[in-house]
């Protein structure tokens, strides 16, 4: 049976333990809800507990109090990382995607993201309510190339611009609020968790697919107003592929577990339909191998930590960039070993690569 403190907690955990995208967020202390209901006096109706617990909805989504609380209640929960440079790394990644939300939405800053790394070693990142935003070690470990971080805070941004953690939190108090009043009339001396399991493993099923599809192709059109390569969008879902495999939410890392998720190769092959949209359907990636108007250009070594297939996707995205922007219109050539179109640089061959020149004059004749 739960007690008084442990129910409180969880119904903080419900209203603060929102994951985005990558997996479910911590369960905080009760703190404000210490007083919001008197469990061993009389049931309350459901709409009595809706109204209650919309009301904490509200302070935690809306007011500076509460979200800090969420941030600190967060930070105790999973750890914060306080290493100088990662957290320049993160700093700059948010400022130049705020730039770009703010461009795309005209309102990045009207309820300021406040974000930390957290020290949890697994691949994810999550935003709930009152924008409060937090990237996992794990993830920034495991992603070398800021493009790729970017792709994935871009998704929980996202989220948080269209206030899906609110939503989707009000979504599951309607849903288990006839199972929470049945559990106490039936003898319970308090009430269920309203979300018991919400805030460990099913916080992700405040979304459904069609929430996760928007979030990808609004990341999408974000990444679009930044500095970051455009194809970092389906290098990112390739390397989660050469990572964790395709079948990864059996895996055991959390950011997999949810059910209601794209699969990992439909999130990449989407990001790749996009860019060749945003080319004017110059540039696609076909069996692993960059066409240019439907004839072959490339296909890209592995380098470092990088395969092959993800470092395509980064050279699909310069000629995407290229085509996007017009300097598709000027003769390739080679500069400091860089194959350039105009201003934006195509490839710069490592070993296994077809040499610039070569590349370049192949890339004049089908372009």
Not at 63 to 84: A, N, P, S
Not at 128 to 146: A, E, R, T, Y
Request: charged share 20%; proline share 2%.
């Amino acid at each position: 049976m739960l007690t008084k403190k442990k129910l409180l907690s969880g119904v903080v955990a419900a209203c603060m333990g929102l994951s985005l995208s990558l997996a479910s967020a911590p369960v905080a202390e009760a703190g404000i809800f210490e007083s919001v209901l008197n469990i061993g006096g009389a049931v309350l109706s459901m709409e009595q507990y809706k109204a209650e617990a919309n009301k904490y909805i509200e302070y935690y989504n809306n007011t500076e109090q509460g979200r800090h609380e969420l941030f600190y209640g967060y930070q105790k929960q999973m750890g914060v990382v306080e290493d100088y440079d990662v957290n320049v790394r993160l700093d700059n990644i948010m400022g130049e995607l705020l730039g770009a939300v703010d461009q795309v939405d005209g309102n990045a800053y009207e309820k300021p993201y406040i974000y930390f790394i957290n020290q949890q070693q697994d691949f994810n990142a999550f935003c709930s309510m009152g924008h409060v935003v937090s990237v996992n070690q794990g993830l920034l470990n495991l992603l070398s190339s800021d493009d790729e971080v970017a792709v994935v805070i871009g998704h929980e941004l996202f989220h948080g611009q269209n206030n899906h953690p609110e939503k989707g939190m009000r979504r599951t108090i309607n849903h288990q609020s006839t199972a929470v009043l049945a559990n106490a009339i039936a003898g319970d001396t308090v009430f269920t968790n309203i979300v018991g399991s919400l805030a460990l493993k099913q916080a992700n099923a405040h979304y459904d697919k069609e929430d996760e599809w928007d979030a990808d192709n609004g990341a999408f059109d974000y990444m679009m107003h930044t500095g970051y390569n455009p194809g970092a969008t389906a290098a990112v879902w390739q390397r989660v592929l050469d990572s964790y495999g395709s079948n990864a939410q059996n895996s055991g890392e959390s950011f997999f577990n949810p059910s209601d998720h794209p699969n990992n190769e439909a999130r990449r092959d989407n990001y790749e339909k996009r860019l060749y949209e945003y080319s004017n359907k110059h540039v696609r990636v076909q069996d692993g191998v960059v066409k240019v108007n439907g004839k072959t250009f490339t296909q890209a070594a592995p380098t470092g930590d990088m395969s092959g297939a993800e470092r395509t996707y980064f050279v699909m995205g310069n000629l995407v960039a290229a085509y996007h922007n017009g300097d598709a219109d000027a003769e390739a050539y080679v500069a400091d070993g860089t194959v350039m179109l105009g201003n934006q640089d195509i490839i710069t061959p490592v070993e296994g690569d077809e040499p610039a020149e070569v590349l370049a004059a192949r890339l004049n004749a089908i372009k």
